[in-house]
Nanobody
């Protein structure tokens, strides 16, 4: 069993930056694929970024590539999402998620077994 607790959301002006953190419980955190998804009101949950257990492979949605960076610190059981140059269309609830090890992380929400409670990011224009 893995429990995920997120922090770091908030309100920021367009062009600003935020960093989300997600801390996991469980001894096998380092073996899990970790990902970030987001969901805006009235829209489906969408993939944002993912990182393999080793941290050497990262994957991004086209809409955030070059602006968002996913990283992890296995010693702290924590995964991060650094967001820069935020846009109003980035406004959403952001969720971290964990799945069993995979060679290539899935971009589908159904592949993830554990979810955080969500952290709201609001970008004003």
């Amino acid at each position: 069993q893995v429990q995920l607790v997120e922090s770091g959301g908030g309100l920021v002006q367009a062009g600003g930056s935020l960093r989300l953190s997600c801390t996991a419980s469980g001894r096998t955190f380092s073996s899990y694929v970790m990902a970030w998804f987001r969901q805006a009101p009235g829209k489906e949950r969408e993939f944002v970024a993912a990182i393999r257990w080793s941290g050497d492979s990262t994957y991004y949605a086209e809409s955030v590539k070059g602006r968002f960076t996913v990283s992890r610190d296995n010693a702290k059981n924590t995964v991060y999402l650094q967001m820069i140059n935020l846009k109003p269309e980035d406004t959403a609830a952001y969720y971290c998620a964990a799945s069993r090890p995979a060679l290539i992380p899935s971009r589908g929400a159904s592949a993830y077994d554990y979810w955080g409670q969500g952290s709201q990011v609001t970008v004003s224009s």
